[in-house]
């Protein structure tokens, strides 16, 4: 989206003294910026691919102005971006800041912790206990993690590191644990936007051996997952593809890190698919929460799938399962949220869920990241928005212990005027927290 934008500069960078050329100059210009519109147009089509150097890759492209009358005649042909509605009553003269999607929120103090000895994008973690153990993840689009890496809460160092099975995902897994065994499901196998894998795996961590399970039905990326009731549950995600959302739904019965079943049995779908929910089990009741449809796509025929940027819709949606094996609709989250899945914990009966990414810009389609701290009442069941962590950054891996809320890892944002995602951390941080 560069180049446009620079030809648009080029052009207007000339001066003409007589009127014939200015006319030809404006008409020039009509035209190059007609085409610029349209271009920006396709890119927000689901058939146009953008380099994920824009949101992934430390550049520094600049982000296209369009002219105002422009501007509102773009945002009339917007559909499902929500802001859009309120942009129109402020009128297209106003300035759609790149910040518009922060939600006020308490700065809290946050305390510097031993950094993750790899950084890492789209890792997965599991906390039992003072232990936290960090799977796989990118440390970049060209190099995936193949090990755990061990966190004990309560001397504050990274104590250990584990090898993951050669056939097992490097991201966009299922996780659980039942405070013993950890459990991991499918996800994508290897770099950029390779394809997923449906092997299967527990492992252990009072021997840290693993174990092999029955290979989910179909593979799928990032799939809601938990251990509910003596079942493993997983459900949603990305279709083999990496785009088409999923809304199967399986489960399989599992103890001390063996499947009691050769098969998977299949569940009641869930209303909407899509991977990077965070999936939380809480006495009865089964939670799904936020995600998005769509993702990042191998681009046809590249040999390395290398991966390209296609259409994606990020929501907030809550949605339950309890005894009665029948789907119900919550409260949404107080704005979008994707890449949550290992972003929460269960505190005083309360969801406390760190960061994410949220919907793109509905004027620039910059991806935007979340710095906020959201809490989910679980006996009334609303929302509400608690603190900011240090930046903004997706895929959290997030823990709590002796009343400190602690995340690590993810991608953070460029700074604190600018949300959209830059680079890859392995930083550790942490809060006192009180939630009532
Ligand atoms: C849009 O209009 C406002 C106020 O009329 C002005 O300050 C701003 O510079 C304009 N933006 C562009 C991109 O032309
Ligand atoms: C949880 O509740 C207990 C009892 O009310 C309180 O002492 C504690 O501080 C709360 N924990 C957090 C993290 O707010």
């Not at 944002?413 to 009180?434: I, Y």
Request: aromatic share 10%.
């Amino acid at each position: 989206m560069a180049t446009p934008t620079t030809r648009f500069h080029h052009h207007h960078g000339h001066g003409h003294s007589s009127a014939s050329k200015v006319i030809i100059f404006f008409c020039l210009s009509a035209f190059i910026g007609l085409g610029l519109i349209a271009n920006l147009f396709r890119a927000s089509l689901s058939s146009h691919y953008l380099s994920i150097a824009t949101n992934w890759v430390d550049t520094d492209a600049p982000v296209v102005l369009i002219p105002n009358a422009t501007l509102n005649n773009k945002l009339l042909q917007e559909r499902d971006v929500k802001s859009v509605k309120s942009v129109k009553r402020m009128g297209p003269e106003r300035f759609l800041s790149a910040t518009f999607a922060d939600l006020p929120a308490p700065e809290w103090h946050w305390e510097q912790m031993p950094s993750a000895p790899v950084p890492r994008l789209d890792g997965y973690s599991i906390q039992i206990k003072n232990m936290f153990y960090v799977f796989g993840g990118y440390a970049h689009l060209d190099h995936v993690h193949s090990h755990v890496d061990v966190f004990d809460f309560s001397i504050n160092k990274w104590v250990d590191q584990i090898k993951m099975p050669k056939e097992m995902a490097n991201s966009h897994l299922g996780i659980a644990t039942d405070g013993r065994y950890i459990y991991i499901v499918s996800g994508q196998y290897g770099t950029q936007c390779r394809g997923p894998t449906a092997a299967s795996f527990s492992l252990d961590t009072a021997t840290k051996k693993w174990k092999t399970l029955p290979p989910l039905p179909a593979p799928r990326y990032a799939p809601a997952t938990q251990l509910w009731k003596g079942r493993l549950h997983v459900m949603g995600g990305s279709k083999e593809n990496r785009h088409e959302p999923g809304l199967d739904h399986w489960s399989l019965a599992v103890k001390d890190g063996d499947a009691l079943e050769q098969q998977w049995r299949k569940e009641v779908p869930i209303p909407r698919g899509g991977p990077h929910r965070a999936c939380i089990a809480v006495d009865d009741r089964l939670f799904v929460i936020g995600g998005q449809e769509g993702d990042f796509m191998a681009k046809p025929g590249s040999p390395i799938f290398k991966c390209s940027r296609r259409h994606e819709v990020v929501y907030g949606d809550v949605y339950m399962l309890d005894t009665e094996m029948k789907w119900k609709t919550l409260p949404a989250m107080p704005k979008p949220n994707s890449h949550i899945e290992c972003a929460w914990v269960i505190v005083n009966n309360s969801i406390i869920i760190t960061g994410g990414t949220t919907e793109k810009h509905p004027v620039t389609k910059r991806m935007m990241l979340v710095g906020e701290v959201f809490q989910f009442h679980l006996d009334s069941m609303k929302w509400s928005v608690i603190g900011k962590l240090p930046y903004r950054i997706k895929t959290t891996l997030t823990g709590f212990w002796d009343g400190w809320l602690y995340f690590t890892s993810g991608q953070r944002d460029r700074g604190p005027d600018n949300p959209q995602p830059r680079k890859v951390v392995g930083e550790m941080w942490r809060t006192k927290l009180h939630v009532s």
